[in-house]
């Protein structure tokens, strides 16, 4: 279990990476107590604000895929308050995972996300990289 300064520092950079994919912004949503990771009004994730035992992740998927990340990590559980089917959550506590791989799962769900925006959306997203 990572100690309080890892974790704030992986959470930390969890914010950093999101907002560095192109057209994403991440804000806190203080209706639902929560880190908000937004793309063209598209949700690719939500992330606890306080950094203690509880903290998640939580991501999309593809549902073969979640399931296989979930039989393969403890750590890794259908995601909270969405749909258990195309969400998983990280417990962000969590050594079984590496920093780079939890990014690497936050970039996927933006693939996800990015992908059934319309073509248009799309172009305009990319005309900022």
Same mark, same amino acid.
């Given at each position: 279990m990572l100690d309080n300064q890892? /974790? @704030? $520092?992986?959470?930390?950079e969890l914010l950093e990476a999101g907002r560095a994919f192109s057209g994403a912004k991440v804000y806190y949503r203080? &209706?639902?107590g929560v880190y908000y990771f937004d793309l063209a009004? $598209?949700?690719?994730? /939500?992330?606890? $604000?306080a950094a203690n035992e509880k903290a998640v992740l939580t991501i999309k998927g593809l =549902? +073969? +895929? %979640?399931?296989?990340l979930r039989q393969t990590y403890? &750590? @890794?559980? =259908?995601? *909270? *308050?969405? %749909?258990?089917?195309?969400?998983?959550?990280i417990l962000l506590c969590s050594e079984q995972l590496s920093d780079i791989e939890i990014t +690497? /799962? /936050?970039q996927a769900s933006y693939q996800l996300?990015?992908?059934?925006l319309t073509k248009k959306v799309q172009l305009e997203?990319?005309?900022y990289l």
């Open positions: 890892s /974790l @704030i $520092k992986r959470m930390t203080e &209706d639902w009004g $598209k949700q690719f994730g /939500l992330m606890s $604000k =549902p +073969e +895929e %979640n399931i296989s403890s &750590d @890794i559980v =259908p995601g *909270y *308050y969405a %749909n258990k089917q195309h969400w998983n959550s +690497e /799962l /936050l996300v990015f992908q059934k997203i990319n005309a």
